[in-house]
T-cell receptor
Framework: NAGVMQNPRHLVRRRGQEARLRCSPM?????VYWYRQLPEEGLKFMVYLQKENIIDESGMPKERFSAEFPKEGPSILRIQQVVRGDSAAYFC???????????FGSGTRLTVV | GQQVMQIPQYQHVQEGEDFTTYCNSSTTLSNIQWYKQRPGGHPVFLIQ?????EVKKQKRLTFQFGEAKKNSSLHITATQTTDVGTYFCAGLGDTGNQFYFGTGTSLTVIP
């Protein structure tokens, strides 16, 4: 009974490259959330998705960031033309539904050099 | 927008002492959850509170939801070194879509 799977665990990108972060939710969970965490800071909401739908993207930067959760396969958080300020830990969480507890993945630590 | 603040930001205690972290929201919350994140780890769900004035206990941990549903607290009795980590509260936002996480309280327990 695998939990939330995120990969890669660590990702290093040069400025200007693209970063793709993947998240497979817990079995039976159809709600996926992406959060960003800077060192010694809290979790900042980015986007909430259900299968093939973006429900709330109010926390996503307007440019360079996009997310999807296709009918088949994992949810993808995509960052184009990365900059140093994008360096952070990106956590994915899934739940059975709104108002339920979240199960977090181990996160992807993105470093932009 | 939704704002959830926690105090203190950092807390150092001697092993065996008690610890409390407080969570305050700018708006009324539908419910509130608490998570623990160990250093270098990911947040782990601890508990959810839904009712006004609700109190729940998990061994040495006591969770409370305020009467006005705008604040909450987590109290740990007789801390142990295994309690080390950052404790986050998370409140369900106005839209009911997602939880907004508090700023977190980092707990250090000195043996």
């Amino acid at each position: 009974n695998a939990g939330v799977m995120q990969n890669p665990r660590h990702l290093v990108r040069r400025r200007g490259q693209e970063a793709r972060l993947r998240c497979s939710p817990m079995k039976g969970h159809s709600h996926v959330y992406w959060y960003r965490q800077l060192p010694e800071e809290g979790l900042k909401f980015m986007v909430y998705l259900q299968k093939e739908n973006i429900i709330d993207e109010s926390g996503m930067p307007k440019e360079r960031f996009s997310a999807e959760f296709p009918k088949e396969g994992p949810s993808i958080l995509r960052i184009q033309q990365v900059v140093r300020g994008d360096s952070a830990a990106y956590f994915c969480a899934s739940s059975l539904g709104t108002g339920n507890g979240y199960t977090f993945g181990s996160g992807t630590r993105l470093t932009v050099v | 927008g939704q704002q959830v603040m926690q105090i203190p930001q950092y807390q150092h205690v001697q092993e065996g002492e008690d610890f409390t972290t407080y969570c305050n929201s700018s708006t009324t919350l539908s419910n509130i959850q608490w998570y623990k994140q160990r250093p270098g780890g990911h947040p782990v769900f601890l508990i959810q509170l839904v009712k006004s004035g609700e109190v729940k206990k998990q061994k040495r941990l006591t969770f409370q939801f305020g009467e006005a549903k705008k604040n909450s607290s987590l109290h740990i009795t007789a801390t142990q070194t295994t309690d080390v980590g950052t404790y986050f509260c998370a409140g369900l936002g106005d839209t009911g879509n997602q939880f907004y996480f508090g700023t977190g309280t980092s707990l250090t327990v000195i043996p």
